[in-house]
């Protein structure tokens, strides 16, 4: 009988017990699937090691994800910043039970199909401008739909709710268009696994919290 291999990457020699999937795994399963492929439970004393002392190779990929993402989180307004934060948390929320997978690609023909309805619509013209392919519809549709929830809050702040909302989905749409090319080597979908770190594992991201309840929507507006 050969060497038992990590049950996660089916490569290296498993070191480290792993209450998530009840079996032993490698150190760099641990290190880079922890949050992101493996649903690790908050007692898991890897986890609270790492978020108390993060490796190298964890600091770095932080770094990394860090400075791509805060040149596209320039210059927005607070409001348009907490936006973009909904949009993110709402994409990732979407992408855990989409089927077919979500790809980056979807992600930034969603976001601007979304925010072209937006533009149109500040126009006077309304138009629900469509998505070609059927995984980015249904994240349109899912994106417009946080958008109506806003809108229902906004008051006579509407049309400053639509201009804020759609630069914010152009600059998600930014994100998912440039990832893979910035972030050169990162497994895809590149976007979509940078916004899955930053959202399940707040402790190792500059990025505040992004509830996509009610009451936390209600706060966006900003009078």
Same mark, same amino acid.
Do not use: W
């Given at each position: 009988?050969?060497?038992?291999?990590?049950?996660?990457?089916?490569?290296?020699?498993?070191?480290? =017990?792993?209450? !998530?999937?009840?079996?032993?795994?490698?150190?760099?399963?641990?290190?880079?699937?922890?949050?992101?492929?493996?649903?690790?439970?908050?007692?898991?004393?890897?986890?609270?090691?790492?978020? !108390?002392?993060?490796?190298?190779?964890?600091?770095?990929?932080?770094?990394?994800?860090?400075?791509?993402?805060?040149?596209?989180? =320039?210059?927005?307004?607070?409001?348009?910043?907490?936006?973009?934060?909904?949009?993110?948390?709402?994409?990732?929320?979407?992408?855990?039970?989409?089927?077919?997978?979500?790809?980056?690609?979807?992600?930034?023909?969603?976001?601007?199909?979304?925010?072209?309805?937006?533009?149109? !619509?500040?126009?006077?013209?309304?138009?629900?401008?469509?998505?070609?392919?059927?995984?980015?519809?249904?994240?349109?549709?899912?994106?417009?739909?946080?958008?109506?929830?806003? =809108?229902?809050?906004?008051?006579?702040?509407?049309?400053?709710?639509?201009?804020?909302?759609?630069?914010? %989905?152009?600059? %998600?749409?930014?994100?998912?268009?440039?990832?893979?090319?910035?972030?050169?080597?990162?497994?895809?979908?590149?976007? %979509?696994?940078?916004?899955?770190?930053?959202?399940?594992?707040?402790?190792?991201?500059?990025?505040?919290?992004? =509830?996509?309840?009610?009451?936390?929507?209600?706060?966006?507006?900003?009078?």
């Amino acid at each position: 009988m050969g060497q038992q291999k990590c049950p996660a990457c089916r490569d290296r020699k498993p070191k480290r =017990s792993c209450p !998530a999937l009840g079996a032993r795994i490698c150190t760099v399963c641990c290190a880079t699937k922890r949050q992101v492929e493996i649903d690790c439970p908050s007692d898991c004393v890897y986890l609270s090691s790492a978020r !108390a002392h993060p490796p190298a190779v964890v600091q770095r990929r932080q770094e990394r994800d860090v400075s791509f993402i805060l040149p596209i989180a =320039s210059e927005l307004t607070d409001t348009q910043y907490r936006l973009l934060l909904l949009f993110q948390s709402a994409t990732v929320k979407h992408a855990e039970a989409a089927l077919p997978k979500l790809r980056d690609k979807d992600i930034a023909e969603a976001a601007a199909t979304a925010a072209s309805t937006l533009e149109t !619509a500040r126009k006077g013209i309304i138009y629900e401008h469509q998505a070609v392919s059927v995984p980015a519809q249904r994240l349109t549709s899912e994106l417009g739909r946080v958008v109506a929830a806003l =809108s229902a809050q906004a008051g006579s702040q509407l049309a400053r709710l639509e201009r804020d909302a759609a630069l914010a %989905l152009r600059r %998600l749409e930014q994100g998912a268009r440039t990832a893979a090319k910035v972030l050169d080597g990162d497994e895809p979908p590149v976007y %979509l696994n940078l916004l899955t770190r930053m959202l399940k594992d707040p402790g190792g991201s500059t990025e505040p919290d992004a =509830s996509d309840a009610p009451e936390e929507r209600g706060r966006i507006i900003i009078p």
